[in-house]
């Protein structure tokens, strides 16, 4: 048993942590460090950067394009990049649609598709949820009836994250409703999001922001081949993706830096003013969470290292996503509990690139609410933490 | 042993309850929020009316003479009803701070308006460095030829946009932390050298940075005794904290039964949530924090009534209960609101919110806590 690197990962590690500081695009850095909202293009730019470096397919395979990267050499990657305060990789493309085409796609489909998902030229959304079908997802209602060489597709998809700036869609559709289980007769399909009869309304989140959206298809015809594998087995493609993207799914690395800087933002308190009174009961906070973050860390590489040998994941694996997410917010609370006062304004042109103003306060603090409110939905989205424990009494515990 | 409303309690309690009931609907209440107005003017012409605006002044000034229970009663519909319009701010710490003052003319002038609804007021005394601490106080009061100057910023000062008066702690002695050497003063809000940006808070009110730059003070706007005025402020935020804490159990108890409905109504899997014993337990929890928390409440409501001596820690005890257990009863509802709980579109988030930002107000649940020791 050893966790240190060989002299090689730390060549590695050098390497992604040189990447980060200058090759990336250091203005986006910049502006996540200054609490500046991130548009669309700096999503896309980042990933670009990564995408020119090789970088991008982190999980793929290397015949697609992929790194073909160990586990260890992943767990570097995600380190550096929460260690640099670099924007998340938004996942719909390069962590969900790309391995679902690249397992069960169509030679056609994979020269037509995974180029533009591994250079993030086309930006893809999630069509899974809908109004009547969230917890429940296997009950969704939302048509695509097969009419010649074409699909007709019929309902409504909801929480669809940025779908105002997708170019395309993946999301099951139900293509035969005489079923013996409701799992059945679900399809895998394709849809580019220009298509005519298709109508997009934005839903706002508490923190006023808009990431969300109810997509309407209104007799949206759309070809054949942009079905993905088999007609009907829609269900399982789309829990392989549910499944993908292990690595990062606990969100560790981020959290390991979130916390850092946290304590970094209270020493500074209590050098500079505003620091709570009580301050050894809010590091004692801290370290709860720290202590925590720790076994989870472990939990994560314990995972890492058996699908490195070639194992399936261990039943720890299950835990990432419920454990990280409470982490996750645990942290979120911490930073509105020491932000104080700061927390309260809601100014949200302080957070624009072109604000002529100061921030009215340190930008952790002033998004410290924002954040907090916003980040509720880690336990809800992604199959609720509730759903997660369902499985994983089932699953795990057999019972 | 007694827990139950006199007559008039009741009849307060349940024209609170008919007025929002009819006239405080949630999407009017959004349409405000998401307007320049702040609050609904017409909103606060009804309460001066049905004599909300009185509830905590003496008789002597023409006031309803109501106390602890009565603001509890009030605050808690204010609280089920997300009531935006600024009644803490105006009524419970600028009244409070000129009820409690020593300035007979301000105070017999200016509440009368307060009680008319034909002013507003704030209280300045957050400042940037002083987190929750009301002794911290860098703004001051310096002499100059005739009379003082005032200088110094505060921050997020509820209403301060709409208050037509601010009362301000400005330190008139001692060094930054010395709980002597604070004056209050009240001052009207246009007054030369007084600086006002102002923005919407987290939850949906509105407050402001308020900047002093040579503002000129005297003796006839001071409303505490010379370098004595922490006493009068401990005491208003001590009332307004437990003001808040009646707001939150409202809300609590909103969301609450708002999600045992909700998991009542929402389907999937084919039945109901509420059928899953899972949800069930968690809504139990959520249930047993909120009667834990009225008790806290009552109990703190009680103490106040009857002045007994430990009621600070009473108070201290519930708002930290109230930072603990209210704001986890917050998330949980959301929660189990799934994606719908996470929207704007509903009140479920709102309640959320404002639960969340009360947790802040004059103190989070840590520093509850560690007053709390320090008074047992
Ligand atoms: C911000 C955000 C972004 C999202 N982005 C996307 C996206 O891009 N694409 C997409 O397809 N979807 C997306 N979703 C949808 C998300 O996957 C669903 O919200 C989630 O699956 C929960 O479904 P629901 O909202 O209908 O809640 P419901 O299913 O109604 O659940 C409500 C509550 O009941 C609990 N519950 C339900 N069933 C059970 C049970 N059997 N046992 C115990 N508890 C149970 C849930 O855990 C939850 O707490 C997003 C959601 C949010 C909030």
Redesign the interface.
Known sequence: MHVTFSDSEQQFQTEVREFFSQEYPQDVLQKMHDGIMLEKEDFVRGQKAIYEKGWAGVNWPEEYGGTGWSATQKHIFYEEMAAANCPSIVPFGLSMVGPVIYTYGSEAQKQKFLPGILSSDEWWCQGY?EP?????LA?LKMRAERDGDEYVLNGTK??TTLAQHADWMFLLARTNTDVARKQEGISFLLVKMDAPGISLTP??????EHE?NSVFFDNVRIPADQLVGEEGKGWTYGKLLLTHERANIAGVAVSQNRLEDLKSLLAQKQA???????VN??AR?IAHVEIQLHALEYTELRTLASVATGKAPGPESSILKIKGTEIQQAIDNLY??LA????????REQFAADYPGQQ??ESTDAWA??R??NF??A???GG???IQ??IIAKAVLGV | MDFSLNDDQTMLRDSIVQYLGKSYAFEKRMEVVDSSAGFSRDKWADFAELGWLSLPFEEQLDGFGGGPIEMMLLMQELGKGLVIEPYLATVVLGGGCLARGNNEKLRGSLIAKVMAGEIHLALAY?E??????LAHVECRATEASDGLLLDGEK??VMNGAAADYLVVSARTSGEQDDPNGITLFCIEAGRQGIERSS?????GME?A?IRFEGVRVDASDQISARDEGLAILENVIRDATLAVCSEALGIMEALTYKTIEYTKNR????VPLSS?Q??QHRMVEMFMELEQSRSLLLRAVIKCHEKAPDRAAAIAALKYYIGTAGRKLG?EA??LH??M?????MDI??Y??RL??ID?LFG?S??Q??RFVAAA
């Open positions: 949820s009547g079908s969230g917890s429940d009950s909801t929480w839903i706002i989140t508490l923190d006023g969300i500079s003013g505003g620091a709570p009174r009580e009961t809010f906070k509105y509990e104080g006062y700061n927390a309260i304004p809601y100014l009215l306060a609410a924002l907090y409110f509720r939905k336990s809800i989205y609720s933490n509730e424990k369902n | 957050a940037a460095q002083s987190r929750f601490e921050i997020v923005y919407k808070t987290v939850d407050a940075h389907q999937q899997f084919g899953f899972a949800l998330e959301v929660q799934g994606g709980g996470v929207t704007y579109e988030a709102h959320f919110k969340t930002v802040t989070n840590d520093y806590m560690n």
